[in-house]
């Protein structure tokens, strides 16, 4: 624990790995914001060749103090999944509703249930539609207890997140460096007497070391993409479209290179290996893969997101896909959870890093 900096009201909380193989890509120590939802802040990882530098595209905890202020550019706790690994709950992705004139929010139906949600995100051009994004957890203060110096828990009783979502809710959570991996836990428990909708998420941002994104490849066994009206408001259509063959095929053995290409791309009906899911960020130059995986049946969906002149790749194993209750999906079961009273849905992230030449 760093007691000399607090972000959101909590101190940055600092795991070190213990039991680490001597050599060989790991990660090594990872720093925790309870005072930001949960969300992992930053993660250092030894490469492949003993070099050790950080995993996550995110500034210096002092720089990033300053940036999760929640003033008018951290709306609703927006700034956490701008870098680093924001959690994301109790829904992943984009939400659209009618914009109420006079304030910040949308109003939608959620699993039969009008809600008021924050309006967060959206596009940049002039005339975009604004929409809510990425759950209501992002500035959220966590209560937490680190009994290892590689483990940290949190407990959130969020209640109906401040009148803003149907139900009761309490969400548990739960980071370890083991092994030489990096694991997230999540479990959402139902303490009201409906249905709990949920859908739980991780946002997190994979610097490449080598910086070179041209020759990044990317490995994820999906049968489907969700298309969206453009890249600015990356609004859902309803389609649902195969990707064998195509541009969006990321399947073959040992990934596609990125090149050029843009993502901001929601991929769904997932091939899972050994009950996870799975996608693999690999980076040639400097020999080395991560590997992502999900064993949670809930994940049902991977967003990526992916500018080619960003030396990053965000990928994103999600419960549901975006925009989960608009009419354009025409009742197709879009990943959310329905957690029956007195029960709970866990949701799980696995991160291990590989030597590309020893795989």
């Given amino acids: 624990m760093d007691d000399a900096l607090r972000i959101g009201g909590q101190p940055v909380v600092r795991l070190q790995a213990s039991g680490v193989p001597p050599r060989g890509p790991a990660f090594l120590e990872a720093l925790v914001l309870p005072g930001r939802g949960m969300m992992l802040l930053q993660a250092r990882l030894r490469l492949p060749s003993g070099e050790v530098t950080d995993a996550l595209a995110a500034p210096d905890p002092a720089t990033a103090a300053g940036q999760l202020d929640g003033g008018p550019e951290d709306f609703a706790g927006s700034r956490s999944f701008s870098f680093g690994g924001a959690i994301l709950a109790p829904y992943a992705n984009r939400i659209r509703g009618r914009a109420l004139d006079g304030a910040r929010q949308v109003e939608t139906q959620v699993a039969g249930h009008t809600v ?25 203060q966590v209560a937490w ?25 309490a969400l548990d959570f739960e980071w370890r460096l083991e092994g030489g991996g990096l694991r997230l836990q999540i479990v959402a428990r139902n303490l009201g007497r409906e249905p709990l909708p949920m859908g739980i998420g991780w946002h997190p941002y994979f610097a490449l070391p080598s910086g070179e994104r041209r020759q990044a490849r990317l490995w994820l066994p999906a049968r489907a993409r969700t298309a969206v009206t453009n890249y600015d408001e990356v609004l859902p259509t309803g389609a649902v479209e195969p990707v064998a063959g195509g ?29 996870a899911a799975v996608a693999e960020i690999r980076d040639p130059a400097a020999n080395l893969a991560l590997r992502i995986a999900s064993a949670s049946p809930h994940t049902r969906a991977v967003q990526v997101y992916a500018p080619p002149d960003k030396p990053f790749i965000v990928v994103e194993p999600q419960f549901n896909l975006a925009d989960p209750y608009g009419a354009e999906w025409g009742g197709r079961d879009t990943g959310m959870a329905a957690v029956p009273p007195g029960g709970s849905v866990a949701y799980d992230a696995t991160v291990t890093a590989l030597t590309l030449g020893n795989r």
Avoid at 117 to 137: D, S
């Fill in 247 to 275: 541009p969006y095929d990321f399947s073959e053995a040992g990934g596609r290179p990125l090149g050029e290409t843009y993502l901001d791309d929601c991929f769904t009906d997932l091939v899972r290996g050994g009950d």
């Fill in 145 to 169: 207890h680190q009994d290892a110096p590689d483990r940290v828990t949190g407990r959130l009783e969020a209640g109906d997140f401040g009148g803003r979502w149907p139900g009761r809710t």
């Fill in 116 to 140: 008021r949600l924050p309006r967060n995100w959206g596009g940049k051009t002039p005339g975009a539609e604004q929409y809510a994004m990425h759950g209501l957890i992002l500035a959220a």
